[in-house]
């Protein structure tokens, strides 16, 4: 089955970076667009950033210029470089894929900006 796992949070002083990895599994990684969303605690969840089949990048404009989206078809993973963070960058941080009319999501992975 479809399985999405994030890995890479952690906590990070304000003007800091953080590398997040998504490792997917249970279906063919390079025929599908990838995405990240974020929750902060009490607030929906927000698209961050998608890349598609041919890696092709969008962002929200929170996080353009800041935010970088790869992908590595080899590895079946999706990355997210996240520099300069801001306090309000503060976020569980989630992998999604649609395969086959359904929206798959990971556990999440948490990123605290605090100093």
């Known amino acids: 089955q479809v399985q999405l796992v994030e890995s890479g949070g952690g906590l990070v002083q304000p003007g800091g970076s953080l590398r997040l990895s998504c490792a997917a599994s249970g279906f063919v990684f390079r025929l599908y667009s990838m995405a990240w969303y974020r929750q902060a605690p009490g607030n929906q969840r927000d698209l961050v950033a998608t890349?598609?089949?041919?890696?092709?990048?969008d962002y929200a404009d929170s996080v353009k210029d800041r935010f970088t989206i790869s992908r590595d078809n080899a590895e079946n993973t999706v990355y997210l470089q996240i520099n300069s963070l801001k306090p309000e960058d503060t976020a569980v941080y989630y992998c999604?894929?649609?395969?086959?009319?359904?929206?798959?999501w990971g556990k999440g992975t948490l990123v605290t900006v605090s100093s």
């Open positions: 999604n894929v649609f395969v086959k009319g359904i929206y798959y």
């Open positions: 890349i598609t089949t041919s890696g092709s990048a």
